[in-house]
């Protein structure tokens, strides 16, 4: 054989298998909704819990010695879960929180309100007319660092 070349599938076979495995899937995918179906009607009017009947029906399927491993394993990290309060993460009272909340709220807006106040007052008192002598000087923001004209642009050149 040279290099390059490799065996292929016989043509008749290869559309036969396409079409069986296209008929097949097609089947499992309509059985699979009707089962899909059945546990949708048996969870909305019958209280089956759908993961806990997933859960059953893999136990079932699964070899006896393994189920029973994984049983023991499950029922002991549950426990343990327990023992950690990691399925403690209860809300709480509603009405409760909700009390709680609307204090807080009250609290923040309290907070709010005397901080207005307080720059009101601060606006009010902190602000002044100058006094006289103070109107008289001249900014320091204006005042020149040196006496170079103004049409001079600095550099380190020197003016005659």
Request: overall charge negative; proline content about 4%.
């Amino acid at each position: 054989m040279t290099e390059g070349t490799e065996k292929l599938v016989n043509k008749k076979q290869f559309g036969a298998l396409i079409k069986a495995a296209d008929q097949a899937k097609t089947k499992v995918s309509s059985i699979n909704g009707e089962i899909g179906e059945r546990i949708k009607n048996a969870a909305d009017n019958a209280n089956l819990h759908p993961a806990a009947f997933k859960m059953i029906l893999k136990l079932y399927r699964m070899d006896p010695e393994k189920r029973d491993a994984f049983l023991r394993n499950f029922d002991a990290y549950r426990d343990l879960a327990s023992e950690l309060n990691l399925f403690e993460e209860h809300a709480g009272d509603i009405d409760d929180l909700a009390r709680k909340a609307a204090a807080e709220e009250a609290e923040r807006e309290e907070a709010e309100e005397a901080q207005v106040a307080d720059n009101v007052h601060r606006l009010e008192t902190g602000i002044q007319p100058l006094p006289e002598e103070a109107r008289d000087k001249p900014s320091r923001r204006r005042q020149k660092k040196d006496d170079k004209p103004d049409d001079e642009a600095p550099g380190t050149y020197t003016y005659n």
